[in-house]
């Protein structure tokens, strides 16, 4: 069995993992570690696991363990490796932003590999240290790789994109409580979100021109879930679109093409990427839809781990959307 330890459990995407690792047939959870919630249940944090486990959350890390989730806050990841050694055998799976950049995925002699497994899974698979991708970034590199590999992204590229509440994290805030986030909608970031970095640097891994990428962020009036519309110029048919995207994701587990227009509650509460293409004249419209906790976090950092240990990518990961 693979010991696992989480650090930063008290929050959505610690939750997340715990919730999928206690299901997972190859996986022990050998610690919670939490700096406000040591010596507590772990349903002090997350009630709906009162009777699930009996684990706790702790002060302290176990620097054996096979593989250790960082699920901190950005900018907190780097400062917990400085201050807690790990064996050389335990591999890092990061959920925050700091080591996904090319220019930043070195930190103490340990290289990080971005994990977004429809691009670099031959990497991932020898990987010991992973840069787990944003939620943001996974839907809309989804609807734009194979775009990109085929060199058919030279033209002003446009993303709009709604996400839920709980991308938000765990503490409130003045746009993510009830009152303010319930019958609400509004922007945040325009054109210059803290993702639009590793979108950039994925697309033009395949050394192909990029043409701009305008990406307009929403808050949505939901809790989780995101669905981003990207639309550019594009020469061919739709047909032949199709046939570049089915080709690109046919051996990718959790990434799938649709002809019928899609909505979030496909995806909520899963693994899964559903994609759709739309042809206008010479526009192509891309829909992509994932759960941001899960393939946007915690459930990709699951799949990224099973492709790091040799097991069965969706190991674990068979879960169940919430269709109604």
């Not at 706790?56 to 990841?77: A, I, Q, R, W």
């Not at 993303?159 to 765990?170: F, R």
């Amino acid at each position: 069995m693979i010991k696992a330890g989480i650090i930063g459990g008290s929050g959505y995407t610690g939750g997340e993992l715990i919730r999928i690792l206690l299901n997972h047939p190859e996986v022990d959870i050998d610690f919670v570690f939490s700096t406000t919630r040591a010596g507590k249940p772990i349903s002090s944090a997350h009630p709906d696991l009162l009777g699930v486990t009996e684990l706790g959350f702790t002060g302290k890390s176990n620097p054996e363990v096979d593989v250790v989730f960082l699920c901190l806050g950005h900018g907190n990841s780097s400062k917990f490796l400085s201050e807690n050694e790990f064996s050389a055998n335990t591999k890092i799976i990061d959920l925050s932003n700091e080591f996904r950049l090319e220019n930043d995925a070195e930190f103490q002699g340990k290289q990080f590999v971005y994990g977004l497994p429809e691009l670099q899974k031959e990497k991932i698979v020898k990987a010991n240290h992973i840069a787990n991708p944003g939620c943001f970034a996974t839907a809309i590199q989804l609807a734009l790789l194979p775009l990109a590999k085929q060199g058919s992204l030279s033209q002003e590229v446009h993303v709009n994109a709604m996400t839920g509440s709980t991308g938000a994290g765990v503490g409130l805030s003045p746009t993510s409580h009830f009152s303010w986030r319930n019958n609400n909608i509004s922007w945040y970031k325009p054109f210059t979100h803290q993702h639009l970095g590793e979108i950039g640097e994925s697309l033009k891994s395949f050394g192909n021109e990029v043409g701009k990428l305008r990406f307009l962020p929403n808050r949505g009036n939901f809790t989780r879930g995101i669905l981003a519309t990207a639309y550019t110029s594009h020469q061919g048919s739709l047909e032949e679109a199709k046939l570049l995207y089915q080709e690109f994701y046919q051996d990718a587990l959790f990434t799938h093409m649709t002809d019928e227009p899609i909505h979030l509650k496909q995806v909520v509460n899963t693994n899964q990427c559903h994609i759709h293409l739309h042809q206008h004249e010479d526009v192509l419209l891309i829909t992509s839809a994932i759960d941001n906790l899960l393939k946007g976090a915690s459930g990709q950092a699951v799949q990224n781990m099973n492709l790091m240990f040799g097991l069965k990518e969706d190991l674990g990961l068979q879960l169940k959307a919430e269709v109604f």
